[in-house]
């Protein structure tokens, strides 16, 4: 399994990083995606890369949250690391409204910014979209590059939301513990989405799946996410597994 986005570089992990990170293995993790926040997680990060560049891959961007009156300092940090070396995706990036409206207008220049960025290096995006939908596809829209390929991570929309994600050709859905949740529709009217359409992801140390949730969340347990999605589609473990492995890889060509 590949957990396509996982921030245990976090200090939330200080404390048993190697035994979180021995756990997954044990339960069949073969690759974590480690996308970045911002100029403060870099360090870190590309530290916890270098220790198992085989098993971790980082990816590197400005998240929306991080979109502050300092927008362009940030975004210089960034964009000097992803000169500097390869990466595995543009991430995370994107538009978040739930926190705060005030710099919407720097987080859509951002987000379009580090869209070309990818394009130019031909590499896939994570996209983070918290309530601001209709704004990040029209940025994705604007773009209008047959080429750009990516994660919707954490998708937890509608039906339709997923399948405007769908037409746009070349995106993935990132499934975590949401769709373990008992509020979320996702549940309810994935099956309609085809196997294909998906990645698996934890977002750790967030959104702990049931019956971890509010808990600390770790890349073991994908196994719930796995488990809920062989209810969700009637297939076994393995094809779960397998089917998510390769579409993980058809957007993220890190594996020789
Ligand atoms: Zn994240």
């Known amino acids: 399994m590949i957990d396509t986005h996982a921030h245990i570089y976090l200090p939330e992990f200080d404390e048993d990083r190697t035994a979180v990170i021995d756990r997954a293995k044990a339960v069949g993790v073969s690759h974590i995606i ?9 360090n ?6 270098n220790s198992e560049p085989d098993f971790f891959h980082a990816a590197m961007g400005l998240h929306p949250t991080s979109v502050k009156s300092d927008w362009e300092n940030e975004l210089a ?3 000097t690391q ?6 595995c995706a543009i991430g995370e990036i994107g538009i978040d409204l739930y926190w705060d409206k005030t ?4 987080q859509i220049i951002v987000f379009e910014k580090q869209l070309e960025w990818a394009i130019n290096l031909n590499l896939p995006v994570i996209i983070h979209v918290r309530e601001a939908f209709a704004e990040t596809l029209a940025c994705v829209k604007k773009i209008n590059c047959k080429h750009l390929r990516g994660v919707f991570h954490s998708f937890g929309g509608s039906l339709t939301e997923a399948e ?3 037409k746009l050709g070349g995106f993935k859905l990132g499934i975590n513990g949401v769709v373990t949740f008992k509020n979320s529709g996702l549940k309810d009217y994935l099956a309609n989405i085809p196997l294909e359409m998906l990645v698996l992801e934890t977002d750790a140390p967030y959104l702990s799946p049931v019956p971890f949730r509010g808990k600390r969340n770790e ?3 994908l196994l719930q996410i796995v488990e809920k999605l062989t209810d969700i589609y009637q297939v076994t473990n393995e094809t779960i597994r397998k089917k998510t492995y390769e ?3 058809q957007i993220f060509n890190f594996i020789h």
Do not use: A, C, G, Q
Request: charged share 25%; no cysteine.
């Open 82 to 87: 992803i000169d500097s070396r390869s990466f």
């Open 219 to 221: 890349p073991m347990y």
């Open 34 to 42: 480690l996308p970045n926040v911002d100029s403060d997680t870099i």
């Open 164 to 166: 405007t994600i769908m």
């Open 247 to 249: 579409n993980s890889l």
């Open 103 to 106: 710099y919407l207008k720097e």
């Open 44 to 49: 870190n990060l590309l530290k916890l890369e």
């Open 77 to 79: 940090i960034i964009k």
